[in-house]
Nanobody, 121 residues
Framework: QVRLVESGGGLVQAGGSLSLSCAAS????????VGWFRQAPGKEREFVTA????????RYADSVKGRFTISRDNGKNTVDLQMNSLKPEDTAVYYC??????????????WGQGTQVTVSS
């Protein structure tokens, strides 16, 4: 059974930083691209960032470029998201996902359960 378990969400003030982590099990982690999506209240889920299996390709949504950094550790089956200069509009439930890398974003096969990130103004 594939499991993606996120951790690290919480409440932070605008301008602050937060780090999310996702631990994967039940799949050959190094065979998948992995990444993050988010869903704000009343909005559709949107792509945030993804990283290829070899870490040679990274994709970011325009809204987070220069502020968020994705990394992965295939030895530990984890993918991390470092979020800096956070804005209130970054408030959302953040979901970890594993799948294949499309032209512009991640095409997910598996999802985590999500972790809440709240940025106060």
């Amino acid at each position: 059974q594939v499991r993606l378990v996120e951790s690290g969400g919480g409440l932070v003030q605008a301008g602050g930083s937060l780090s999310l982590s996702c631990a994967a099990s039940g799949l050959t982690f190094s065979a998948y691209a992995v990444g993050w999506f988010r869903q704000a209240p009343g909005k559709e889920r949107e792509f945030v960032t993804a990283i290829s299996w070899s870490s040679t390709i990274r994709r970011y949504a325009d809204s987070v470029k220069g502020r968020f950094t994705i990394s992965r550790d295939n030895g530990k089956n984890t993918v991390d998201l470092q979020m800096n200069s956070l804005k209130p509009e970054d408030t959302a439930v953040y979901y970890c996902a594993a799948g294949s890398l499309g032209t512009y974003e991640l095409l997910p096969n598996y999802w985590g359960q999500g972790t809440q990130v709240t940025v106060s103004s």
